[in-house]
């Protein structure tokens, strides 16, 4: 797969070379004395935005991806991606997936082959694409949460040698603190599973007293791998919770991150100001009315029905809840963590933030954060607790009445 890897140097510095006779690029200022007049023109300096989408920190809106309209404002900033160069220049090829713009299958090619499947294929003809980018003398633009699993020396090599294409590189980090990312990661990989397969996340967070595999995927390991192989000035982290404020993340990435992104960064801003959202977000879902009617299932209070009936009997509870009692989610009795994990977590939280933000730091201010966490997102609903509301009770016997009247 790598055969053409240790050519990449060699083809870099041929390209740069063959720059400076074409007079479209110039590598140092030239004067033109054609028809008596002195002009002055500059080389295009090509650069490559990796980011390194950690899971849970906006990557679906800084993904960008969805909208269309944003890839024509990036090429006229000089920016494109395999997938859509793919795409334009090759019929599509090894890009034709139901989601294109996810540029999994990309990174997959410098992890290693043992890596989960949950990584993507590899797919050659990726990397095919972005030599020809760079040989176009085009930037490169990759955004994909795949880079957080490269830990193998062999893949960072990889990698490091690939982007050697392009003269200017940067990568960019959100970081997330971890009390508020474990909660949110568990909400996503919950979603994926049946009802009856889910875990709430006290039970989850005792699966893993350590974190390990979870905090390996985390913007603190994945700076300390990546140092070894980039420079520090190439690796730009920003804070998830600063740069989200005001619905502003998309804007932050777009417009501070990206080297050169005028055109794009101006057409994020005028979209902010008129419809308001760009992209498409993932709307974060309390999973607790999930696990409420799996329990009155359980108890025989509710009727066991297939996936939309379930759906449905969710939807009606949390309207009872919201809605006709005029409740919070977290009115709900609540079971939290042991101490010993919480502990665990408010300590991988401080040294991370340390870590990257040591002066901005305040740190009672984020201690209070976190208790409040550590009472609400980080607890699971009180099943069996629950149940024993008359209110509640009620309310799901009405749930078997309603389906009995459309039954007959």
Known sequence: LFSTLSYFNLRYYIRKYMQTKETTHYSTEDKNEENGR??????????????????????????????????????????????????????????????????????????????????????????????????????????????????????????????????????????????DWISSMHNEEMKKL?????????????????????????????????KDYFPQEN??????????????????????????????CGYIRQQEKSAGVVVNKNSKSNLDYDFLIEGAQKAKLVVNSNNIKTATQIQKLRDFWETTLNMTIFDLPRVCPPQHILDSIWNITLYSEKMFFRNELNETEMWLEFENASRRSLCAVDVDQVLTDERLILFFKSLNIDESDKMN
């Open 38 to 179: 002195v002009t002055t023109q500059q080389k295009t300096t090509t650069y490559a935005l990796i980011h390194i989408g950690m899971h849970k920190t906006g990557t679906t809106s800084s993904n960008l991806l969805p909208k269309l309209i944003i890839h024509a404002y990036l090429q006229k900033d000089g920016y494109e991606m395999p997938w859509l160069w793919g795409l334009n220049h090759h019929n599509g090829k090894d890009v034709k997936r139901r989601k294109p713009e996810h540029q999994g299958d990309f990174a997959r090619c410098f992890l290693e082959d043992r890596a989960n499947k949950i990584f993507g294929t590899c797919r050659p003809s990726l990397l095919s694409y972005g030599n020809e980018i760079a040989e176009s003398g085009r930037h490169i633009l990759i955004s994909a949460e795949n880079f957080s699993a490269l830990q193998e020396a062999e893949g960072l090599k990889k990698l490091k040698e690939y982007l050697s294409q392009w003269e200017e590189l940067r990568i960019v980090i959100f970081y997330r603190r971890f009390y």
């Open 194 to 226: 049946p009802l009856s397969r889910r875990m709430n996340i006290v039970d989850f967070l005792q699966q893993f007293p350590h974190f390990g595999i979870w905090y390996n995927i985390t913007a603190a390991p994945v700076v300390e791998r990546l």
């Open 235 to 264: 690796i730009m982290v920003r804070n998830y919770h600063e740069d989200s404020k005001g619905g502003k993340l998309v804007e932050h990435f777009f417009c501070e991150s990206l080297q050169v992104a005028n055109v794009t």
